[in-house]
């Protein structure tokens, strides 16, 4: 079975500074992965994906991820981040062909200090 | 890319009664899926919900807690029967976008129910 793990739940940087949002999967098989951000109040919205092909996946408002087969893992990075990135963002893992059976993680609240 | 209605959007609810969550989609989708995010922790499938099949339940759903019903390709709705404080979340609808070979999804913007 499939599983995915956020290793922080919170994350605080100051504005204008890089951020990292770790994310580790299991999986016995090839994996589609993905990142997602929760405004408050609002539902997900689609950050960036990855299917296959090139391991370094730029998704939307500036943030990329690189896949890691070896280490099992996809972390979302932004190098710069703003007032408007604090948000929660949820990691998840798909083993079937398209969108299905997807598990996400618990989830990682940036919070961006001015 | 899709948009999703959910209604109602909140709703404070009487234990023992139920409550029927919609969720209306502006194009025709064939995988629709329902999600409970309860308070602090991450979403947890209920129930894959594709047009012209009954609704496939994850393991601790059932049909008689949360009947689904699908009659088109465009709308669903999630009955949450029998309310108790433990089903107080955030019920999100989800569907999955057919011209991107069903590899992404798009969310509702969630019902957010508290049983008291």
């Known amino acids: 079975a499939q599983s995915v793990t956020q290793l922080d739940s919170q994350v605080p940087v100051f504005e204008e500074a890089p951020v990292e949002l770790r994310c580790n999967y299991s999986?016995?098989?090839?994996?589609?992965l993905f990142w997602y951000v929760q405004y408050p109040n609002q539902g997900l919205q689609l950050l960036l994906k990855?299917?296959?092909?090139?391991?370094l996946v730029k998704g939307i408002n500036g943030f990329e991820a690189e896949f890691n087969k070896s280490q099992t893992s996809f972390h979302l990075r932004k190098p710069s981040v703003h007032i408007s990135d604090t948000a929660e963002y949820f990691c998840?893992?798909?083993?079937?062909?398209?969108?299905?059976?997807?598990?996400f993680g618990t989830g990682t609240k940036l919070q961006v200090i001015p | 890319s899709a948009v999703i209605s959910q209604k109602p959007s909140r709703d404070i609810c009487q234990r023992g009664t139920s409550l029927t969550i919609q969720c209306q989609v502006d194009?025709?989708?064939?995988?629709m899926f329902w999600y409970r995010q309860q308070p602090g922790q991450s979403l947890t499938l209920i129930a894959t919900?594709?047009?012209?099949?009954?609704?496939?339940?994850e393991s601790g759903f059932v049909i008689d807690k949360f009947p689904i019903s699908r009659p088109n390709l465009t709308f669903s709705t999630l009955t949450v029967s029998n309310m108790s404080p433990e089903d107080s979340s955030i019920y999100l609808c989800?569907?999955?976008?057919?011209?991107?070979?069903?590899?992404?999804?798009?969310f509702g913007q969630g019902t957010r129910l508290t049983v008291v």
């Open positions: 989800s569907v999955a976008i057919p011209g991107t070979g069903n590899t992404e999804a798009f």
């Open positions: 999986s016995s098989v090839s994996v589609y």
């Open positions: 990855y299917l296959s092909g090139s391991t």
């Open positions: 998840a893992v798909s083993e079937g062909g398209g969108y299905q059976k997807v598990t």
């Open positions: 194009s025709q989708v064939t995988m």
């Open positions: 919900a594709n047009q012209g099949s009954e609704a496939t339940y």
